[in-house]
């Protein structure tokens, strides 16, 4: 259940949210809200994925998929605290806390401060204050108060965490490897007027990863998102796509001599986002 609910996210709700589920606008509507279901917020997702992530990759202060202090320091203009000198190693069991803090913590922060990080969220209409709540009310009644009615607090504590702990490991750790390994750059705004020195498709390129292009039970169970370069420069095109695009925008990455990061394997993207993270905590 813990995998089932990382795979609705990758392979509905995301696509949903990108409006690349359906060619119908009312089934991405749809798609992007189950989300919900899965214990967090569409509208806070919408902001803090569509909006700020895909615009802003892996700049630190505004992405706020890198943005996870003070446990982990994810680039080199982060703060370093000793006990990051051990973050390649407890990182494992703070990624299984991802979906039961993103549901009981971070949702709320995002709502009533009304920013996603600094960024602020755009104005939420009583329809979109109602739905966060509805949906937030509907989720702790189907997976918690119905659970501990039906076989108790104990038996429902230990199903509950195993889902959410496996669920946030899967999500973490796919999520990752896209942007925070070896290769992959995090550039920071230059001079007074704040912009970045290269043009957006190639920023989304120095900044994103693929993993395991010709595993296709991987590309199906995570929704292509191991073709993260290609979901980055063509979000709104289906993820089925991907493969056949990756060719052509691998070829074309050769042509104009853009460095095109991909790891072979899932194993090889696992392996180097750890000694990302040592070399983080030890630089």
Known sequence: MGGLTAGIGFNVMHDGGHGSFST??????IAAFSVNALGASAIMWNTKHNIIHHTYTNIDGIDDDIEIRPMLRMCSTQKKY???KYQHIYVW???T?????WVFATDYTKYFKQKVGSVPLKKMSTFDHFAFWIAKIAYYGAMIVLPIFMVGFVK????????AMVAGLVLSVVFQLAHTVEETAF???TGDANKIENEWAIHQIQTTANFAPKNKL???LVGGLNFQIEHHLFPKISHIHYPAISKIVKQTCEEFGVKYIEYRRMRHAIVSHAMHLKKMGRA
């Open 156 to 163: 429902w504590l230990i199903g509950f965490l195993i889902i």
């Open 218 to 220: 991987i590309s199906w």
């Open 97 to 101: 806390q991802l979906l039961i803090i």
């Open 93 to 95: 069991f703070l990624y």
């Open 82 to 84: 000793w006990i990051h």
């Open 24 to 29: 119908k606008k009312i089934w991405n509507k």
């Open 187 to 189: 550039p920071m705004p």
